[in-house]
């Protein structure tokens, strides 16, 4: 509590304990947010490394020639099209904010790149025009899938 005397203000020794009460309690605050930033953010990257992973797993599981010699085969059919649907689950992920900026910065080009080439393109275009809408918008030149602010996606850990 301040006291005037003689019109000048003392600060007591209880002005002093509220003032460093609230700085840590502020401090403690700004600390449980960064926190929770933090956290949704490795969220986010355990989440994208799920879907590094299957990547991998449909690229390992191509014929040995289309690995060597660029020649698919009617095996690497299935192959294909779950490569066209986990790039489909990526942009919706995106879409809902469960992909990083920097992470969605790498995957859209790749996206745009491998499907715009044999034998994805091939198969894409074999699929029903209302299968696979994110991914067909996304290699029709689309915005962005994720509208969140900017603020927004920091609060977010993107």
Known sequence: MLIRHNGAMNWQWTDWATLIVDALTGAAIIFAVWQLM???????????SLYVQRYWEL????????VTEDKTAPEDLPVIRAYLQLCEDEIELRKR????????AFWAVAIRDQCSQEPYAAALSDLPEEDLPSLRGLLAGEAEPLTWSKARRKLHGL
């Open 97 to 104: 904010g469960r992909v990083t900026d920097s992470t969605w």
């Open 38 to 48: 933090f956290h949704s953010r490795q969220m986010h990257r355990d989440l994208e």
């Open 59 to 66: 690229m390992d599981r191509r014929s040995i020639g289309w």
